[in-house]
């Protein structure tokens, strides 16, 4: 029996005995890789720098983020960007006439079927460069009319390998470049890689720098263990990284990176894991151990309402945390109104019944004046001190709450930053809970649990923004965490409905009065305050596109659909005492119905409120419009969110998706797949962590996987001494790359 024939990994041609045994036999020497990359202009290094690109390493996983086929110039469709590989004719400059006209480069380029016009602008020296006879190859946009708007373009006679010919110092932005030059460019379809670009560092230029450094990517060492390589079937990190920069196939260059991603994958949650295993085994937080009697009692007769079940879960789970002398670092995630405070509160109680003390950390003195609001009302008769400090607590009672702090008599505590000033201390702080954590940095976090020579107290952190259980993994991959899920008995969830075009807008209106006549109130809300004038901060509306401000709203509603209602308005540019007026007014039920802008979104309650509409509402993102109508079915009215736009609106996704699906988890996952839809590089300017090489969602199954190892090889061998797991224990050791941690 012939033992099966070995092949290249990245191009599969299968290797003789002759290459074999003649291949030269080499060590990786991973320090090479920490030299600097050295570069021949002040302008390329500034692009090397603003990429991240300071060592050979770092050049050599700089993968391309794309590649396209080229397509044939009969094949061109108008608007549509394509690449096409093509023979300059002529090729002439524009002359520039006027000042601010940017200098034009213009030729007619042929390809076999047809030829094309074009366009390259501000890059005048493009005449001397591209000579009539040159090949090249152009992304670019066709403009129907016989126009091609370059927006990269690279010579087609692919550079050597080590670089004689590229062309370099292209404009700024993504530039194409050939990949291997070899029988791609005789004729055969080219393969065009993207590598993401910079101003100063062009792609091609990229690509004549990775195949000099080609001999280095021998270098990178196996983190990965054998036993993990062979059952997943991942080729090892040199083939991989060498399959993502020169393999013609596209599926090789993806398992390549998939390969590159899991290794990263698999990296962050073994730090994410042994940072969790170092704080399990951490002691020294006061333990919260003794039988219930505060809070069983409060439990059973204090509270309004019946717990959900998952609140009931939640708090048991806590309570389980608390009574440990591990520092709990927990995550409890639940929408606006799936009853957050209720959960912490009771974490707060434990700390009370044990004698000690616990505190409520809000980001706006808003919010920490309704958690204190929510907390007395919740507390009912049960004799617990509680205080609120915020920045605009007045001095003397600011003092006294100071006083009574440190010498044990106050209970709880709810305020905002004001609460780490370096005055404010406590006689036993056991219970730490952070709202909408996200809103404060690691150090402010720290600042309330870890005081200079006390224990630690146990976290809880919040959050009402949902993410989705990848998301959770690759960012808080180090913390336990706990949903809510449920909603509070008695809230019918919000009934979503879409009106485009004047027929179904008409129908919604009639929903809506007869909803006001009922008793009911209602939103509507608008993306401006003013007509023409731009939100700051939002996307200007395109030409011909009619966005609803607030204010004309009102007058076009008060004079005719809502005639018979008492209308109010409310946006941010009105004055605080307006502001509050309105507020009161739609409150107390003297208005019917709140023309608002998103204002909104935080800090209204009316459970009267029953019907939402959304103008525009395809200028919104799915968070914030879910966030939006939970301003409504907060009562136990059966609730209307409806949804309007332009017909062109229809076909939206994020709107559909609002219609069918209440559950904000859900929502979240569709949001986030939606977003990196047709996204080109990574997850790193997604701000859904910082790889490398993993793209979320989509590597979602690789996550799970390397989640999986993670935690065998943690139980098995948690300090990763074992010989096959030393080099990534090392390379965790030596800090890895991560964000900063959620909890120190
Ligand atoms: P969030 O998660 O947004 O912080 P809150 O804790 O403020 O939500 O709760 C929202 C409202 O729901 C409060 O008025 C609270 O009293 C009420 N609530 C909480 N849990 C329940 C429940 N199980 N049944 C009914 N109402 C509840
Ligand atoms: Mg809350």
Redesign the pocket.
Known sequence: MHPPAARAFSSGEPLARERLLGAPVRWPRPSRLQAPLRLPGKRMAAGARTLGLDTVGDLLQHLPSDSRESRTLAELRAGEPATVEVVVRSISARPVRRRGMRPLVEARVADAGGSVRARFFNQPWLVERYPPGTRLLLHGKPDGRGGFGVSHHALAAGPAAGGAGAPAGESGGRIGAVVPAGEAAEGGTATVAHYPATEGLSSTQILTLVRGARASLGDFPELLPAAVRAGCELPDKPAALTAAHFAEDQDERERARRRLAFEELLATQLLFLRRRARRRSRSGAIALAEPPRLTERWLASGL?????GD?RHAIEEIAGDLGRTAPMQRLLM?????????VALHAMLRAVEHGAQAAMMAPTETLAE?HFA?IQ??LGPEPVSVALLTGSTPGRRRSEILARLAGGELSLVVGTHALIEPDVRFAELAVAVV?EQHRFGVRQRTALSERPGRPPAHTLH?T?TPIPRTLALARYGDLDTTL?RER????PPVRTSLAFGEQERAAAYEELREQLRAGRQAYVVCPLIEEGEPVPGTTPPAAGEELRAARSELVRLSGGELADFGLVLLHGGMRPREKQEAMAAFASGAADVLIATTVIEVGI?VPNAAVMLIENAERFGISQLHQLRGRVGRGEHPSLCCLMGPSSARRSARLRALAEYSDGFRLAEIDLRLRSEGELVGTRQSGLGSYRFARLPEDERLLELARRHGERMTAEDPELSAPEHALLGAWLAAGGELEEPLAA
Not at 488 to 491: H, L, M, S, T, V
Request: proline fraction near 7%; avoid cysteine; charged fraction near 20%.
């Open positions: 309004p309402f019946a717990l959900t609140q639940g929408e606006v109104g799936s009853g957050k405070t209720v309704q929510t009302q919740l709202d919040m009402a809510l509070p008995a008695g809230r309650d």
